[in-house]
């Protein structure tokens, strides 16, 4: 079991309609993740990093090549089919947090629950569970303008998780944050992967995540350049 594949992509090949040519975004990428990976997808600006991340998400589709998710092919489902499994199976947290502003942290984090159709007294003790794995129990009622930087991406990481899934593809979490939050909010996820066998995908340049994770992906130029193992990964400030 510990070596289930959580995606599984073949040739993929991504192109962009650009003028009247196309731009070519991924390029033949092969990849296998598996449960409880802990992995980055690294690699400059433009390498194809968000492009990968969301057709792993279903939100985008491949050119050509296919895509298997949480043992979906996603090619054979539809629009619906694939919401489905992302409200489901998969958490997503971005760089900008998306969190809505008239809502309180409790609501924000309460409504993916909302969508999954979980009664109320059960989304109360997942929500309040949530904010304790995030350490935001004493926020629940703040509205995300009285939160800082860290405590908006603790609870964008509540929401991502509320609903206990298999799969959480983080865009850039750590990218509006300074180096203590960083760290804080990347040892809540290496908490979370341990602790709930969470498998993890980031998007990210930022030394400070790479120092993390278990498995490096270099992408350049839309092509994988290395597949790298960490086996002791050093983790926390230095
Ligand atoms: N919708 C789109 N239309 C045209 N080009 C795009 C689109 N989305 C991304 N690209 C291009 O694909 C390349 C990879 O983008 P992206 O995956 O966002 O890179 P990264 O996240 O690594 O910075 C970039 O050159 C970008 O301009
Ligand atoms: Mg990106």
Redesign the pocket.
């Known amino acids: 079991m510990e070596n289930t594949a959580v995606a599984t992509i073949n040739h993929l090949l ?1 192109q ?3 003028g009247g040519g196309f ?4 390029n033949d990428v092969t990849l296998t993740f598996r449960k409880r990976e802990f992995t980055g ?1 690294v ?12 057709i792993i998400g279903g939100l ?1 589709s491949p050119t050509e090549g296919t895509v298997n998710v949480l043992g979906k092919a996603l090619d054979n489902t539809s629009h619906g089919e694939r919401a489905l499994l992302r409200r489901k199976h998969m958490g997503f947290i971005f760089q900008s947090y998306n969190l809505l502003p008239v809502y309180t942290v409790f609501e924000n984090v309460e409504l993916p629950l909302i969508l999954n159709k979980v009664e109320e007294k059960e989304r109360d003790e997942m929500v309040k569970e949530a904010l304790e794995w995030v350490g935001l129990s004493d926020k629940i009622n703040s509205r995300p303008a009285m939160l800082s930087g860290g405590e908006c991406q603790r609870t964008a990481i509540a929401r991502a998780i509320v609903h206990r899934p298999e799969l959480v593809l983080a ?2 979490p750590t990218a509006n944050l300074d180096a203590e939050n960083s760290h804080h909010i990347m040892e809540i996820m290496v908490k979370l992967n341990k602790e709930l066998s969470t498998s993890f995908i980031f ?1 990210t ?1 930022d030394e400070k995540i790479m120092a993390y994770l278990r498995r490096i992906i270099h ?1 350049d130029d ?1 092509q994988i350049t290395e597949d790298e193992h960490i086996e002791n990964p050093t983790g926390g400030p230095t």
């Open positions: 991504k962009f309609p650009v731009f070519t975004a991924l997808l690699g400059p600006s433009g390498s194809g990093k968000t492009t990968l991340l969301n985008d865009d850039e998007a340049h992408l839309s």
